[in-house]
């Protein structure tokens, strides 16, 4: 074990400066991720800085049909929130299908955006990594690679990032607020917080040494929404998703889709927003056709690997199947 130090940060600028002035120091949330990093050598931080006192405990549901999440809810809180299950119950399917109740108990919300992937070989400090070792090379291209991603990959990397909760948040359009290092406040939709692979595969988000996430917030959702979180895994408990997808949609006269929005997990280094799809649905009444052949043109740019190829049609089927019920549900709504 490497010794560390442990600071309980009093307040925000506090615990930007011990980060910022410190010496491979890192913010410690609920730490379900990077106490398991810890342990496996993969992080090796010299300080840890508590920021769970950091007032961002809350959920405020805001009178225009907003919310903003603090950045230090739980999980498990989340997920029990009403107004989260009565109007946002993709997100809250999303962080039930993630993880187990001891894990959602001590998760953040904060903390599940910045998680860092489960791919074997970032995990295993045996093992050549560009992640975790820049320049090392990716074992996974060459190595077992049937769980990691299919699109927004590079040469450099094919990890994936692991959250449900944040493939659920894309779809609702969440803007993630942010207090910089130097005090700074900034809003960054949540597709913007990330960061692709390329060359840089250590980079993974926008985020400096210091700068800190205080709360997500989502917009009211469209009115008429239905909405639903699909995950596809290799076992019904605690599992990484193969593929999941996040789908929201509205419609208007005939049966049209109004609004689509799709996002995916399990395929991309981040949350992966399916715009090309969305493009191609909205404004037309969808059929089996359609619906995969929007899939196909979204993952026209797709490089998978021998090994995940299926994820692919798999991700498709799951968009239309997900897409259908939810116009189903739409239908039953208004004969009722």
């Given at each position: 074990?490497?010794?560390?130090?442990?600071?309980?940060?009093?307040?925000?600028?506090?615990?930007?400066?011990?980060?910022?002035?410190?010496?491979?120091?890192?913010?410690?949330?609920?730490?379900?991720?990077?106490?398991?990093?810890?342990?496996?050598?993969?992080?090796?931080?010299?300080?840890?800085?508590?920021?769970?006192?950091?007032?961002?405990?809350?959920?405020e549901h805001r009178?225009?049909?907003?919310?903003?999440?603090?950045?230090?809810?739980?999980?498990?809180?989340?997920?029990?929130?009403?107004?989260?299950?009565?109007?946002?119950?993709?997100?809250?399917?999303?962080?039930?299908?993630?993880?187990?109740?001891?894990?959602?108990?001590?998760?953040?919300?904060?903390?599940?955006?910045?998680?860092?992937?489960?791919?074997?070989?970032?995990?295993?400090?045996?093992?050549?990594?560009?992640?975790?070792?820049?320049?090392?090379?990716?074992?996974?291209?060459?190595?077992?690679?049937?769980?990691?991603?299919?699109?927004?990959?590079?040469?450099?990397?094919?990890?994936?990032?692991?959250?449900?909760?944040?493939?659920?948040?894309?779809?609702?359009?969440?803007?993630?607020?942010?207090?910089?290092?130097?005090?700074?406040?900034?809003?960054?939709?949540?597709?913007?917080?990330?960061?692709?692979?390329?060359?840089?595969?250590?980079?993974?988000?926008?985020?400096?040494?210091?700068?800190?996430?205080?709360?997500?917030?989502?917009?009211?959702?469209?009115?008429?929404?239905?909405?639903?979180?699909?995950?596809?895994?290799d076992r019904w408990?605690?599992?990484?998703?193969?593929?999941?997808?996040?789908a929201l949609v509205?419609?208007?006269?005939?049966?049209?889709?109004?609004?689509?929005?799709?996002?995916?997990?399990?395929?991309?280094?981040?949350?992966?927003?399916?715009?090309?799809?969305?493009?191609?649905?909205?404004?037309?009444?969808?059929?089996?056709?359609?619906?995969?052949?929007?899939?196909?043109?979204?993952?026209?740019?797709?490089?998978?690997?021998?090994?995940?190829?299926?994820?692919?049609?798999?991700?498709?089927?799951?968009?239309?199947?997900?897409?259908?019920?939810?116009?189903?549900?739409?239908?039953?709504?208004?004969?009722?």
């Open positions: 074990m490497r010794p560390f130090a442990y600071e309980r940060a009093a307040d925000p600028g506090a615990a930007a400066t011990a980060v910022v002035d410190g010496t491979d120091a890192m913010f410690l949330a609920g730490g379900t991720n990077l106490v398991d990093l810890m342990k496996l050598g993969v992080a090796r931080p010299a300080k840890l800085v508590d920021v769970t006192r950091l007032p961002y405990d809350r959920i009178a225009d049909g907003s919310v903003l999440i603090g950045a230090t809810v739980r999980n498990s809180d989340l997920a029990g929130d009403r107004g989260i299950r009565e109007r946002f119950p993709m997100l809250t399917r999303a962080v039930l299908s993630g993880a187990s109740g001891q894990l959602r108990s001590m998760a953040t919300t904060g903390g599940n955006l910045l998680q860092r992937t489960r791919c074997p070989y970032f995990q295993d400090v045996t093992k050549p990594c560009n992640k975790r070792d820049p320049g090392a090379g990716c074992s996974a291209i060459g190595g077992g690679h049937r769980d990691l991603g299919v699109i927004g990959t590079s040469g450099s990397c094919v990890a994936t990032h692991p959250s449900d909760m944040a493939v659920a948040m894309a779809a609702l359009d969440a803007v993630v607020h942010l207090r910089l290092a130097g005090g700074e406040e900034r809003a960054v939709p949540l597709h913007d917080l990330y960061l692709l692979p390329g060359d840089t595969p250590d980079r993974e988000t926008v985020l400096e040494p210091g700068d800190l996430i205080t709360g997500v917030e989502l917009p009211p959702p469209p009115d008429g929404a239905a909405m639903r979180y699909r995950k596809v895994r408990s605690y599992a990484f998703a193969v593929v999941s997808v996040a509205t419609t208007e006269g005939g049966g049209s889709l109004r609004e689509i929005r799709l996002a995916l997990g399990g395929v991309a280094p981040q949350p992966w927003r399916a715009h090309q799809a969305e493009r191609m649905l909205a404004g037309h009444r969808p059929n089996r056709e359609l619906l995969l052949a929007a899939a196909e043109a979204e993952f026209a740019s797709a490089r998978p690997l021998p090994e995940n190829e299926f994820k692919i049609g798999l991700a498709a089927d799951l968009i239309a199947a997900s897409v259908r019920d939810l116009m189903g549900d739409l239908v039953a709504e208004e004969r009722r």
